[in-house]
């Protein structure tokens, strides 16, 4: 699999949710996405950027346009040094939540998405990667 | 700061939500709306989000909570315009705003407004005291 292109944005504050949901919009838009498609990676990018922002303490996205034989995709990475998860399996449940949320972050953008893989222990923050491929 | 305009027709408030709203600005709109109906007495809002591109579990919980609020305060809401890539979105995320009702578009939305607070003539010449 290759990385045609990337880039990172700082995702620190709420206006920051904004500017991630319409950065993955234009690439999303950039190489090709149906409507549909879009919505559903650009909804799991504000969901997992405010996670980040409210859980993570900040920290940033990075965007990949991946190529894997003929499939083209877009792949997400949220990366913050929070205070990480302690229970991963929990915290993927429907309604869980340790704030003041729906409890739909994690486990409905994994919903939205191809693939999805999370990563995180206490102290060590959390890394969150999704793909969505067209 | 910016704020999203509540419009006043008769005793309905109008909602057209035109940008890509962060989290405060939901949040403002939400208790702008609630402090409008209690000021105006207004007996229906129709939020409009036919221009917007995403309804995430931020936003769809502002819908839904503005909607209870707002039947609390002895208003009818009626969300209208939510585009259908958004509509397969949000259930897919876990969010299907039961207890808010929709409309396709203003008109059918005004129609169910009218209709629920048991009316036939139009809103902005109606006054009950």
Redesign the interface.
Known sequence: MTITKSDVIAIRS??D??LA??NV?RVAQDIGFG??D???I??AA??LA?NTVVYGQGGEMRWEVVEDGAKRGLRLHFVDQGPGIADLSRAMT?GWTSGK??G??L???K??VNEFEIDSAPGRGTRVTITRWK | MDRIPILRMGDFLLVTIQVDMHDRLARTLQDDLTEKIERTGAKGVLIDISALELVDSYIGRMIANTSAMARILDAQTVVVGMRPAVAITLVELGLSLSGVDTALTVERGMQRLRTRLGRTDSADDHHQE
């Open positions: 709420e206006h949710i904004v949901r319409q919009r409507i549909v879009q919505t559903k650009v909804t504000s969901e405010r429907d949320g729906l739909l972050g486990s409905g953008s919903r939205l």
